[in-house]
């Protein structure tokens, strides 16, 4: 008996599936099994032997029983878990065809104004969007009640009731990362810091959050006159025509001394932009010589060092390049916006393969 409990025992562990399970029973304890045929061989023993082999052989029909149908559970268990390992599916995937992305036209333009800066030498910088108020305005020779803090529309965060530390801003400009990249790096240096900023502005080419590219090179001896070459070397570049017309306007900026707004001649004609042709001007750029108060609060010595910055308004560039009227649909979402004004995601500028096709 021991023989015949082992046999099936191994057999039942051994089944490869239900079928053969199911012929495993049958074989054993069926009606006809091995297991009915010993205890048909009941009736020929003495009482006393039937006493002992007819409660073992119960016992062995019950065994095996069990070891079956724990078996066809270990088997529904295992095909359960192969079906949900094969049919697996991403229920966060669009349900809708997929349909390929754009580039967005800043995404764009921040790319050709990089290679173009890259190429002069330039290296990228970052800061924050949220600006403590030292960075924002005083390193930058914006004190307290300066009138220049008006002028900027800030967005202020929250500070509790009675916490009367300045509060920090939404960054209204890209100036503060000179403050950040001349403290990490001093002087000399060259870089560039593209980003978005805040101004509570609303119009058909002003929108609260909208972009600009910070320009910064101290050196020992860098003048006013290689700013003026390095911005019209870049529009022409960044223009990709040769009839670019810029108007240096002097202006001033608490940061900068002396100090030039950058016009550049466009049409609106036909509600239409175009450049280098019509009657109009669009500023794209605030510029000057850094002031000697902001280097000192970098911590850069001005009597040893000099040089200029600008920022450039990217979304502006972004409407002039490519003729499109309105800024405010930049930001509104619309794929069919985004489909006509987007690049392919292929078509990476840099100054020898071309900055657009
Ligand atoms: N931060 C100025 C603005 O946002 C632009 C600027 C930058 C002007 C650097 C001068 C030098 O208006």
């Given at each position: 008996m021991?023989d ?5 025992i191994?057999a039942v562990a051994g089944?490869a599936?239900e079928s053969?399970l199911e012929?495993?029973r049958?074989?054993?304890v069926?009606k006809?099994?091995?297991v009915?045929?010993?205890m048909?061989e009941?009736?020929?023993m003495?009482p006393?032997?039937r ?9 062995l ?6 070891a079956?149908?724990a078996?066809?559970?270990?088997l ?5 878990d192969e079906?949900?390992?094969t049919e697996w ?7 809708r ?7 967005h036209?800043?995404?764009?333009v921040?790319?050709e104004?990089?290679?173009i800066f890259a ?11 949220i600006e403590s108020?030292?960075y ?5 020779n914006?004190?307290?009640?300066h ?7 800030t967005f202020?965060?929250h ?7 300045p509060?920090?801003?939404?960054r ?8 950040r990249?001349l ?12 980003g978005r900023?805040?101004r509570s502005d609303?119009?058909?080419?002003h929108?609260p959050?909208f972009?600009?590219v910070?320009?910064l090179?101290i ?23 040769d009839n ?6 002097a202006?001033?900026?608490p940061?900068?001394?002396?100090s030039?707004?950058?016009d550049l ?6 509600g239409?932009?175009?450049v ?7 500023e794209i750029?605030?510029s000057?010589?850094?002031h000697?108060?902001?280097l ?7 009597d040893k060092?000099q040089g200029?910055a ?10 002039l390049k ?8 930049f ?5 069919r ?5 987007g690049?392919?995601?292929l078509?990476?500028?840099t ?7």
């Amino acid at each position: 008996m021991d023989d015949l409990r082992q046999k099936y025992i191994d057999a039942v562990a051994g089944a490869a599936d239900e079928s053969a399970l199911e012929d495993i029973r049958v074989q054993a304890v069926g009606k006809k099994g091995e297991v009915a045929l010993k205890m048909r061989e009941l009736g020929k023993m003495t009482p006393e032997e039937r006493q002992v082999m007819g409660p073992r052989l119960n016992a062995l029909k019950d065994e095996i029983n069990s070891a079956i149908s724990a078996k066809k559970s270990a088997l529904a268990d295992a095909a359960l878990d192969e079906r949900l390992r094969t049919e697996w599916l991403d229920v966060t995937l669009s349900g809708r065809p997929e349909r390929r992305g754009t580039i967005h036209p800043i995404s764009q333009v921040t790319e050709e104004i990089t290679a173009i800066f890259a190429d002069m030498g330039f290296s990228v910088a970052e800061g924050p969007q949220i600006e403590s108020d030292w960075y924002n305005f005083d390193a930058l020779n914006i004190p307290p009640h300066h009138p220049a803090r008006q002028e900027f529309d800030t967005f202020y965060m929250h500070r509790d009731a009675g916490d009367d530390r300045p509060p920090h801003v939404l960054r209204t400009h890209t100036s503060p990362v000179q403050i950040r990249a001349l403290e990490a790096h001093g002087a000399p240096i060259r870089v560039i810091a593209p980003g978005r900023v805040y101004r509570s502005d609303y119009d058909q080419t002003h929108t609260p959050m909208f972009h600009q590219v910070e320009g910064l090179a101290i050196d020992k001896d860098i003048s006013m006159a290689n700013l003026k070459w390095c911005l019209e070397e870049f529009c022409r570049a960044f223009f990709e025509v040769d009839n670019v017309e810029l108007r240096f306007r002097a202006s001033h900026f608490p940061f900068t001394e002396p100090s030039a707004e950058v016009d550049l001649r466009c049409s609106w004609a036909g509600g239409q932009l175009k450049v280098g042709e019509g009657d109009d001007w669009m500023e794209i750029l605030g510029s000057g010589m850094v002031h000697p108060k902001v280097l000192q609060s970098a911590g850069v010595d001005p009597d040893k060092w000099q040089g200029f910055a600008f920022g450039l308004g990217i979304d502006r560039l972004a409407m002039l390049k490519y003729g499109i009227p309105d800024l405010r649909a930049f930001f509104d979402s619309d794929l069919r916006w985004l489909r006509h004004y987007g690049f392919s995601a292929l078509d990476v500028p840099t100054m020898r393969g071309g900055l657009s096709r």
